[in-house]
């Protein structure tokens, strides 16, 4: 038993290699996701029924077909359009894009959750329609959205265990790699296992405190009590 | 895309589908069922199994179903015994899906007003009853919507099997993609398909869930 361990002890600095490539990815592509979705939010909502339609059909797509299949587009799809990616942006791009349109949608309910009032009163205090939209709505939205927004950071996370079929060294695939090379299967995914979860709770650790110290009054995303010391507890949906 | 390939390619991938609908049924009424069960468990479980269905919730919400899947499947043949993928892959997305559905199932019980439960104590029943019969019926209707947009998410989930080798759907493209090429016209294909599928679910779930944020 303890030798199969010692083995894996030999592959520590290729699963810290593949955990920082996660963590990358992760970053990059909510980045991106939230770009997206801030863009996608304030299309659906234009008066222009252009922009509308495009953000619904936008939504709509990438609700309704598989992120697996979405990867697959970006990465196999691109090249016949003459735009090659490598691994690592397509699936950065990728995973972007699918959690950008679940984003969109928290963002719109977020702006439309602040009350209409709010904005004729703004107006009438002479406010610009600028000014009404990052001085009255987006402090109000952003608090109301930010738990959702931690939820759909840690799903970004585990989504991006699927880029192994792209070849991706992340976690995942570093594992099937070790995997095949030791052939000890379930070390090497405890070993991910408790990556992932050390990971995900972390981010949404600094998720809870940066939530705790970015507004006023101050948001508290879990107030429950810890489990027993297991893990630090994720952010929930709202 | 001639005529011919896209016949023999629907046929592949129609195939497929049934494979994807199979896998979706089964994993659903899994999931459903070990849902409930934990979430009944971590409101009223007694002696640790509270604690237990809570553990449980965070580990497979904390973690990836691909790795779930991969568990099951090579985890199974790393102690010296055989598993069909068919099978892997109901237990693996069952028991994943498993503790997404216990927090709609919990979110649903806790919503209940506390007072029905002391009233139902004060009419006589015990608290099973009061389960069975005040509680769960009021959940439905609540937690329906979300329920139905976690079983969109399973049937989309199922793609993902066929990376530990099931041949479904997403596999059906896999391959003939592998044998013919043309990406983008075969990937497209199999994205209608799946589109046709979920887009009546989630255009329903659109429709009737209430919580806009989350």
Same mark, same amino acid.
């Given at each position: 038993?303890?030798?199969?361990?010692?083995?894996?002890?030999?592959?520590?600095?290729?699963?810290?290699?593949?955990?920082?490539?996660?963590?990358?990815?992760?970053?990059?592509?909510?980045?991106?996701?939230?770009?997206?979705?801030?863009?996608?939010?304030?299309?659906?909502?234009?008066?222009?029924?252009?922009?509308?339609?495009?953000?619904?059909?936008?939504?709509?797509?990438?609700?309704?077909?598989?992120?697996?299949?979405?990867?697959?587009?970006?990465?196999?799809?691109?090249?016949?359009?003459?735009?090659?990616?490598?691994?690592?942006?397509?699936?950065?791009?990728?995973?972007?894009?699918?959690?950008?349109?679940?984003?969109?949608?928290?963002?719109?309910?977020?702006?439309?959750?602040?009350?209409?009032?709010?904005?004729?009163?703004?107006?009438?205090?002479?406010?610009?329609?600028?000014?009404?939209?990052?001085?009255?709505?987006?402090?109000?939205?952003?608090?109301?959205?930010?738990?959702?927004?931690?939820?759909?950071?840690?799903?970004?996370?585990?989504?991006?265990?699927?880029?192994?079929?792209?070849?991706?060294?992340?976690?995942?695939?570093?594992?099937?790699?070790?995997?095949?090379?030791?052939?000890?299967?379930?070390?090497?995914?405890?070993?991910?296992?408790?990556?992932?979860?050390?990971?995900?709770?972390?981010?949404?650790?600094?998720?809870?405190?940066?939530?705790?110290?970015?507004?006023?009054?101050?948001?508290?995303?879990?107030?429950?009590?810890?489990?027993?010391?297991?893990?630090?507890?994720?952010?929930?949906?709202? | 895309?001639?005529?011919?390939?896209?016949?023999?390619?629907?046929?592949?991938?129609?195939?497929?589908?049934?494979?994807?609908?199979?896998?979706?049924?089964?994993?659903?009424?899994?999931?459903?069922?070990?849902?409930?069960?934990?979430?009944?468990?971590?409101?009223?479980?007694?002696?640790?199994?509270?604690?237990?269905?809570?553990?449980?919730?965070?580990?497979?919400?904390?973690?990836?179903?691909?790795?779930?899947?991969?568990?099951?499947?090579?985890?199974?043949?790393?102690?010296?015994?055989?598993? %069909?993928?068919?099978?892997?892959?109901? =237990? !693996?997305? $069952?028991?994943?899906?498993?503790?997404?559905? &216990?927090? @709609?199932? /919990?979110?649903?019980?806790?919503?209940?007003?506390?007072?029905?439960?002391?009233?139902?104590?004060?009419?006589?029943?015990?608290?099973?009853?009061?389960?069975?019969?005040?509680?769960?019926?009021?959940?439905?209707?609540?937690?329906?919507?979300?329920?139905?947009?976690?079983?969109?998410?399973?049937?989309? %989930?199922?793609?993902?099997?066929?990376? =530990? !080798?099931? $041949?479904?759907?997403?596999?059906?493209?896999? &391959?003939? @993609?592998? /044998?013919?090429?043309?990406?983008?016209?075969?990937?497209?294909?199999?994205?209608?398909?799946?589109?046709?599928?979920?887009?009546?679910?989630?255009?329903?779930?659109?429709?009737?869930?209430?919580?806009?944020?989350?």
């Amino acid at each position: 038993m303890s030798y199969e361990w010692l083995t894996l002890w030999g592959y520590v600095p290729e699963f810290l290699k593949a955990g920082w490539l996660t963590l990358q990815v992760t970053l990059l592509a909510f980045v991106l996701a939230v770009l997206l979705g801030l863009l996608t939010a304030l299309a659906s909502i234009s008066p222009v029924a252009v922009f509308r339609y495009i953000a619904r059909a936008y939504v709509e797509v990438i609700r309704n077909t598989p992120v697996l299949l979405q990867i697959f587009i970006v990465f196999f799809g691109l090249p016949s359009a003459g735009i090659s990616l490598d691994a690592y942006w397509a699936g950065v791009i990728a995973l972007g894009l699918n959690v950008g349109a679940y984003l969109s949608e928290v963002f719109r309910a977020g702006i439309q959750s602040v009350p209409r009032g709010q904005l004729e009163a703004a107006g009438i205090l002479g406010l610009e329609r600028g000014q009404i939209f990052t001085e009255i709505v987006l402090p109000q939205a952003a608090r109301a959205v930010y738990p959702a927004i931690v939820n759909y950071l840690i799903q970004l996370l585990l989504g991006t265990s699927l880029l192994s079929a792209i070849a991706l060294p992340e976690l995942t695939g570093t594992a099937t790699v070790i995997n095949s090379r030791t052939l000890l299967y379930v070390q090497t995914f405890a070993v991910v296992l408790v990556a992932y979860l050390v990971l995900s709770n972390v981010l949404s650790w600094i998720a809870s405190q940066l939530g705790a110290r970015m507004f006023h009054p101050p948001l508290i995303v879990r107030p429950r009590a810890r489990f027993g010391g297991f893990a630090l507890r994720r952010a929930n949906r709202a | 895309m001639s005529i011919e390939l896209l016949r023999t390619s629907l046929s592949i991938l129609l195939q497929g589908l049934v494979t994807t609908l199979l896998l979706s049924v089964a994993s659903i009424v899994g999931g459903t069922l070990i849902g409930l069960l934990a979430a009944v468990l971590r409101s009223f479980g007694p002696w640790g199994t509270d604690r237990i269905a809570r553990l449980y919730t965070e580990l497979f919400r904390g973690t990836p179903v691909l790795i779930t899947l991969m568990f099951i499947y090579f985890g199974v043949s790393y102690f010296g015994y055989a598993i %069909d993928v068919f099978a892997a892959g109901v =237990i !693996g997305l $069952s028991v994943y899906q498993g503790a997404y559905i &216990a927090e @709609v199932f /919990r979110s649903g019980i806790e919503s209940v007003a506390k007072g029905q439960w002391e009233v139902s104590q004060i009419l006589g029943l015990s608290r099973m009853q009061a389960f069975a019969f005040v509680v769960l019926p009021q959940t439905g209707r609540i937690v329906l919507p979300p329920l139905i947009g976690q079983y969109l998410s399973l049937i989309k %989930d199922t793609s993902i099997v066929s990376m =530990i !080798g099931m $041949s479904e759907l997403m596999h059906g493209g896999q &391959a003939i @993609v592998d /044998r013919i090429g043309k990406p983008v016209e075969i990937y497209g294909l199999v994205a209608l398909i799946y589109f046709v599928v979920c887009f009546p679910l989630s255009q329903w779930v659109r429709h009737h869930d209430r919580r806009r944020l989350s």
